[in-house]
């Protein structure tokens, strides 16, 4: 898998149009994406695994396959840009279209590799769900205990204006989850995918690392048109991220 400092900037059109020559990383396949901003140790580290351009449904091509997230990348990219704004120290990396391993589940993957190269404070990983899934979003930790899943989970819905079905892992290492909903009620269920045989959560936990796993339903990062740009809700979604992330650094 190639590795690519990316450098230029990030839109064509603030938030919503990749730079064409970002857009061609995102689409291609076995491409390792990383931007920084500031210097280790990163305040947030973002991941995106799965990375794939619309209307590429599998990676993993050489081996069995998996379901790409499809535009992943997209919600993930808001947020990095929010902190850089903000002048956080961070840093995103993303695997585009992995064709022989599936990057977070390979500790020994590039995608492995780069996110734990430097030291970072918080890290957060960026996935897609399918259209079927119950929740518009599911929040966990999957074997990771250091992550205040609940708490980032309850300001996560506050900064979304409780304007989504967000699930959140109540205890880590299992599927038992708070139910956020728009009307304001919390009430008990469970997690479709609490991220439990993910090596990237775990290995974050061996290293004294916070971790998070984000999965959005296709609103979030598939337009209707079908062009690999950020959709309305995947604005919404990476301006909570940030807010969220911001707001707890700095108290």
Not at 2 to 22: C, G, Y
Request: aromatic content about 6%; proline content about 6%; overall charge positive.
């Amino acid at each position: 898998m190639e590795r690519i400092l990316f450098q230029e900037k990030i839109w064509e059109k603030e938030n919503r149009e990749f730079n064409p020559a970002l857009l061609q990383l995102l689409i291609a396949k076995d491409r390792l994406i990383v931007l920084l901003h500031g210097k280790p140790p990163y305040r947030v580290i973002l991941g995106v695994p799965h990375q794939a351009g619309i209307g590429q449904p599998f990676i993993c091509d050489c081996r069995v396959k998996r379901e790409s997230d499809e535009n992943s990348a997209s919600y993930a990219l808001v947020t990095y840009s929010l902190l850089k704004e903000r002048d956080f120290p961070c840093k995103i990396v993303i695997a585009a279209h992995s064709t022989t391993a599936d990057p977070n589940k390979v500790l020994d993957s590039p995608y492995c590799q780069e996110v734990f190269q430097e030291p970072g404070e918080l890290f957060i990983e960026c996935h897609g769900a399918g259209p079927r899934r119950k929740l518009d979003l599911e929040l966990s930790s999957g074997r990771n205990s250091l992550a205040d899943t609940k708490g980032f989970g309850e300001a996560l819905a506050w900064a979304l204006q409780k304007r989504y079905l967000l699930g959140v892992q109540r205890k880590c290492g299992t599927d038992d989850a708070l139910i956020l909903g728009k009307d304001g009620k919390k009430i008990h269920g469970q997690l479709e995918n609490p991220a439990l045989l993910t090596k990237s959560l775990a290995k974050a936990g061996e290293m004294k690392i916070p971790a998070l796993h984000i999965e959005a339903k296709p609103q979030f990062r598939r337009s209707p048109d079908r062009v690999n740009r950020v959709t309305d809700d995947g604005v919404v979604l990476g301006h909570a991220l940030a807010r969220v992330i911001i707001e707890g650094w700095t108290g």
